[in-house]
Nanobody
C-alpha cells in the first residue's frame, strides 16, 4: 500500500487547512485510515482515524475543530482542520491499517503562526 499525503502548509492561528491522503495498492475492504502528528521533541500522537465502516475516533485536543472523512471510492481520507492553534504545529502523518499490515505515508508539515 502506498500513501500520498498533501495539503500541509503555513497558516495563521484561527485559520483552516485540509489534508488529503490517497491510498493505492492492495487495499483491504476492512481497514482504518487516519492521521497522526509529531511535534518537535514530542511523541507521535493520534489525531483522528476513520474505519472503512465510517466509525471515527478524534483526539480530545482537536475535537470540535478537526473533522475526518473518507471517500471510499477514491481510497482517500481527509482531515479538515479549523480554528487552528499554534500548538497544532507538527508534522502530520497519514496512516493505513489493513488486515495484517500497517503503513505510513510521508509527513506533511503544518505550521500555525500566532
Amino acid at each position: 500500500v502506498q500513501l500520498q499525503a498533501s495539503g500541509g502548509g503555513l497558516v495563521q492561528a484561527g485559520g483552516s487547512l485540509r489534508l488529503s491522503c490517497a491510498a493505492s495498492g492492495s487495499i483491504s475492504s476492512i481497514n482504518v485510515m487516519g492521521w497522526y502528528r509529531q511535534a518537535p521533541g514530542k511523541q507521535r500522537e493520534l489525531v483522528a482515524s476513520i474505519t472503512s465502516g465510517g466509525r471515527t475516533n478524534i483526539a480530545d485536543s482537536v475535537k470540535g475543530r478537526f473533522t475526518i472523512s473518507r471517500d471510499s471510492a477514491k481510497n482517500t481520507v481527509y482531515l479538515q482542520m479549523n480554528s487552528l492553534k499554534p500548538e497544532d504545529t507538527a508534522v502530520y502523518y497519514c496512516n493505513y491499517g489493513g488486515v495484517g499490515n500497517y503503513y505510513w505515508g510521508q509527513g506533511t508539515q503544518v505550521t500555525v503562526s500566532s
